[in-house]
């Protein structure tokens, strides 16, 4: 059985010690491929070296919207495109608008997350895309902006009625731990909705492990809970789920 976690943090402080068997215990558990996300400058350019160091490994490169204030993007414009020319950079995320803890910086957020869409499609890769009390002005950018590039909404919290116009808009989505928690009964209904060819897999690691894990580090292992409950949301076997999410990763990602 093969799995890919679609969005982790493995370049996070938390895995400095121990990353090479963060990296064998998700070979262990039939995760082949992981896709590292960055957030601004400084990890981007690690999680470019983390892909060039690990085969399972893959990069994306850009500017979080909680982090719009670490790198003036247009000053870093080259910065950031000679990391996403590499070979195993498959996206620019995670991009997007959070307007859960502030929304001082939204005006900012907005001209960014529309400048690396823009940046993206120069450069024909998806996006990744994080959207938190935002889902509104999200849209709106997205269908003013559209990627040409089937791309992702990760960690996705929306509606089903949201997710039908993402779906219109070239967009599948990612779920993570989320899904295996008693109170993600909106979430869970989604994933019931939702054609199981528009799902993928993440963990978000180190953040949102799931049951039964829930309180410690999470790491891509993990996945492996996520394809269990998105399979008995959706009455499929695991091997199902991993199967078609897989391929779903793969495609859009083209890895």
Same mark, same amino acid.
């Given at each position: 059985?093969?799995?890919?976690?679609?969005?982790?943090? #493995?370049?996070?402080?938390?895995?400095?010690?121990?990353?090479?068997?963060?990296?064998?215990?998700?070979?262990?558990?039939?995760?082949?491929? #992981?896709?590292?996300?960055?957030?601004?400058?400084?990890?981007?350019?690690?999680?470019?070296?983390?892909?060039?160091?690990?085969?399972?490994?893959?990069?994306?490169?850009?500017?979080?919207?909680?982090?719009?204030?670490?790198?003036?993007?247009?000053?870093?414009?080259?910065?950031?495109?000679?990391?996403?020319? +590499?070979?195993?950079?498959?996206?620019?995320?995670? #991009?997007? %608008?959070?307007?859960?803890?502030?929304?001082?910086?939204?005006?900012?957020?907005? %001209?960014?997350? +529309?400048?690396? #869409?823009?940046?993206?499609? *120069?450069?024909?890769?998806?996006?990744?895309?994080?959207?938190? +009390?935002?889902?509104?002005?999200?849209?709106?950018?997205?269908?003013?902006?559209?990627?040409?590039?089937?791309?992702?909404?990760?960690?996705?919290?929306?509606?089903? *009625?949201?997710?039908?116009? %993402?779906?219109?808009?070239?967009?599948?989505?990612?779920?993570?731990?989320?899904?295996?928690?008693?109170?993600?009964?909106?979430?869970?209904?989604?994933?019931?909705?939702? &054609?199981?060819?528009?799902? %993928?897999?993440?963990?978000?690691?180190?953040?949102?492990? &799931?049951? &039964?894990?829930?309180?410690?580090?999470?790491? &891509?292992?993990?996945?492996?809970?996520?394809?269990?409950?998105?399979?008995?949301?959706?009455?499929?076997?695991?091997?199902?789920?991993?199967?078609?999410?897989?391929?779903?990763?793969?495609?859009?990602?083209?890895?």
């Amino acid at each position: 059985m093969e799995l890919v976690d679609s969005h982790g943090h #493995i370049l996070d402080k938390c895995f400095e010690n121990d990353l090479n068997d963060v990296v064998k215990r998700a070979k262990e558990n039939g995760v082949n491929k #992981i896709i590292c996300s960055a957030y601004n400058l400084f990890s981007s350019k690690r999680a470019v070296e983390l892909s060039r160091q690990f085969a399972e490994v893959y990069s994306t490169v850009g500017l979080h919207p909680e982090n719009v204030l670490d790198d003036d993007f247009e000053n870093s414009f080259d910065k950031f495109a000679n990391l996403a020319k +590499d070979e195993k950079c498959v996206a620019i995320g995670e #991009i997007g %608008l959070d307007y859960h803890f502030t929304t001082e910086t939204k005006d900012l957020q907005k %001209l960014i997350f +529309d400048r690396q #869409i823009s940046f993206a499609n *120069e450069l024909n890769l998806p996006v990744v895309v994080h959207s938190r +009390d935002a889902m509104g002005d999200t849209i709106e950018i997205l269908q003013n902006n559209t990627p040409k590039r089937e791309s992702l909404l990760h960690c996705y919290g929306g509606s089903i *009625e949201s997710a039908k116009i %993402l779906i219109k808009l070239g967009f599948s989505f990612s779920f993570g731990g989320v899904v295996t928690f008693k109170n993600a009964k909106n979430v869970v209904e989604v994933v019931r909705q939702l &054609p199981v060819e528009k799902i %993928l897999l993440e963990t978000d690691c180190p953040y949102m492990t &799931p049951v &039964p894990f829930r309180g410690q580090r999470n790491e &891509p292992k993990n996945v492996v809970y996520v394809a269990d409950a998105i399979a008995r949301i959706k009455g499929m076997t695991i091997e199902e789920v991993a199967k078609i999410t897989t391929e779903n990763a793969k495609r859009v990602f083209g890895i």
